[in-house]
């Protein structure tokens, strides 16, 4: 069956230090994958697209890597700042249907 | 502009009752979506609307309807409310079902 998979377990680092999210997957062929961006509260800001054709992204402080054959994505954020505390969320998205299915999440909390 | 306005922000309901969530959008965008937010299962799909006049299922749609009253209103019905249902409710748009998704706030239904 379709998976996809972020660490349920917080990730805590220290300002100034570059975090690092991973969405895995299995069983999917994505067209192409998003990140999202949760506070409590509020509804997901999406942050980040990248095309199965496309290595990497970058948006500021922001990158996202994209490996089709390890079936996996790397989202960094550099410099961090504890405004960046927030819970982020993967999405994929399948060619032809382009119904997204989203990860449940990686909380990142930066101490300062 | 607003966005996506999503109409009750909170909501209580009693077993067996029915109740419309609304959403609309002002971004003259063509797709539109109803997801459900559960603690620890992430962001599911209840239905989607690719564009107006068409409506599908999600990956969760039992015991909800949906109706796409025009480009910018998408609306989510329960019929006979049930504890199962309590949840968080977020309706989002895109521009096509392939580009980034924009969320409303939120609604938060609690089913006694």
């Known amino acids: 069956s379709q998976k996809i998979e972020q660490n349920s377990e917080a990730l805590n680092i220290q300002e100034g230090k570059t975090a690092t999210l991973t969405c895995n997957y299995t069983?999917?062929?994505?067209?192409?994958l998003q990140w999202y961006r949760q506070d409590p509260g509020r509804g997901p800001v999406f942050l980040l697209l990248i095309r199965e054709n496309e290595k990497e992204k970058r948006k500021e402080r922001l990158k996202v890597t994209f490996d089709t054959t390890l079936k996996q994505s790397l989202f960094h954020i550099t410099a961090s700042q504890p405004a960046d505390s927030a819970t982020y969320l993967c999405?994929?998205?399948?060619?032809?249907?382009?119904?997204?299915?989203f990860g449940r999440g990686t909380s990142l909390i930066v101490h300062p | 502009n607003a966005g996506v306005t999503q109409t009750p922000k909170f909501q209580v309901l009693k077993t067996g009752q029915s109740m419309t969530l609304q959403c609309a959008q002002d971004m003259n965008h063509n797709s539109m979506y109803w997801y459900r937010q559960d603690p620890g299962m992430g962001l599911r799909l209840i239905y989607y609307s690719a564009s107006e006049g068409t409506t599908d299922k999600g990956e969760v749609p039992n015991g909800y309807n949906v109706s796409r009253l025009n480009k910018r209103e998408f609306s989510l019905r329960l019929e006979s409310a049930a504890p199962s249902q309590t949840s968080v409710y977020f309706c989002a748009s895109s521009w096509e079902m392939n580009t980034e998704a924009f969320f409303g706030q939120g609604t938060r239904l609690t089913v006694v």
């Open positions: 999405a994929l998205v399948p060619g032809g249907s382009y119904i997204p299915t």
């Open positions: 069983n999917y062929s994505p067209a192409y």
